[in-house]
């Protein structure tokens, strides 16, 4: 089955990628200046990225309990980079000098390197700061009963909308300046590397899909739609993890996260997260907003 169907301005543009790959290339082993240890009392993440940001406990907790909240969330932000990298490795490798994928091989190679990197990275803050990387939780969708075309077509949604909530995060903590040198950095490093995993990203999402239409009909498309809708809901709500609130003192973790969750005002920060997304998804034409996340 050809995965991909050739279009004539795909390739030029995966080159240029490539090209940008090879120039910006920096050793991941020597790049960064890991401090000894980090302090507990400071902003680990940008207070407007805490999962109590734009609700009242942001007013009624103290400032040393919402920095030790950002120590934890911190560490699933990382952890999730993590477990989300090596399911999308999984995917890219399976799929990597098979049938149909000739024209994205050659980028293939940068992105598995590079994303291995970035998994180290992240593990090596999360096991230096905190000498753990919290479990993967995430429920799996299974794709085996779908047809390959509609599978190959969700993988490569699920890596690039997954990479643009990441990066959400990654552009805002890269420039935020009360944060630790070494945070900084980190986040910067991954917003670089991920612009142009997300340009990618999106181009093989429009050619896959467009391949896809023609296949299927109405209906199977509006499942895909849905099940595009259910992957941002699961990756929104892992923000919320109740081990989090646990490491940071919070007396009960599951009921802080369902109070949370309830908060009308999460529901604006969840648009911020998503806003690039969503428009690209209704632009395009991969998931008009009638049927996407949050519209209403
Ligand atoms: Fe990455
Ligand atoms: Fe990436």
Redesign the pocket.
């Known amino acids: 089955m050809n995965a991909v169907q050739e279009e004539p301005d795909f390739d030029p543009a995966v080159h240029r990628l490539i090209d940008l790959s090879i120039n910006t290339y920096y050793n991941p082993y020597t790049r960064f200046d890991w401090p000894d240890s980090l302090v507990d009392e400071q902003w680990w993440m940008s207070p407007d990225l805490l999962t109590v940001f734009d609700t009242p406990f942001m007013d009624t907790m103290s400032e040393r309990e919402l920095m030790a909240l950002s120590k934890y969330e911190t560490l699933n932000f990382y952890s999730l980079?993590i477990h989300g990298?090596r399911e999308l490795m999984i995917e890219v490798t399976r799929r990597i000098h098979s049938p149909g994928y000739e024209h994205q091989s050659e980028f293939f190679h940068h992105f598995i390197g590079?994303?291995n990197e970035?998994m180290w990275f992240f593990a090596k803050f999360c096991l230096k700061y905190a000498g753990k990387i919290y479990p993967d939780k995430s429920v799996k969708i299974d794709t085996g009963t779908l047809a390959p075309d509609i599978a190959n077509f969700l993988v490569f949604t699920r890596i690039t909308i997954f990479?643009e909530i990441?990066d959400f995060f990654n552009s805002r903590m890269a420039k935020d300046e009360s944060l630790h040198p070494i945070i900084q950095e980190i986040n910067a490093v991954?917003h670089q590397?991920?612009s142009r995993?997300i340009a990618f990203g999106r181009q093989l999402m429009k050619q896959l899909h467009s391949d896809l239409s023609s296949r299927h009909g109405p209906e199977e498309m509006l499942a895909v739609g849905n099940y595009v809708n259910r992957y941002i809901e699961a990756s929104i709500q892992s923000l919320y993890n109740p081990a989090v609130y646990r490491d940071a003192g919070i007396a009960d973790p599951y009921r802080f996260r369902r109070e949370l969750l309830q908060q009308p005002s999460r529901q604006r920060q969840h648009d911020r997260y998503l806003k690039r997304t969503k428009e690209f998804l209704d632009k395009s034409g991969l998931l008009p907003s009638e049927n996407a996340y949050g519209a209403n």
């Open positions: 980079n990298i590079e994303e970035h990479e990441v991954h590397d991920e995993h």
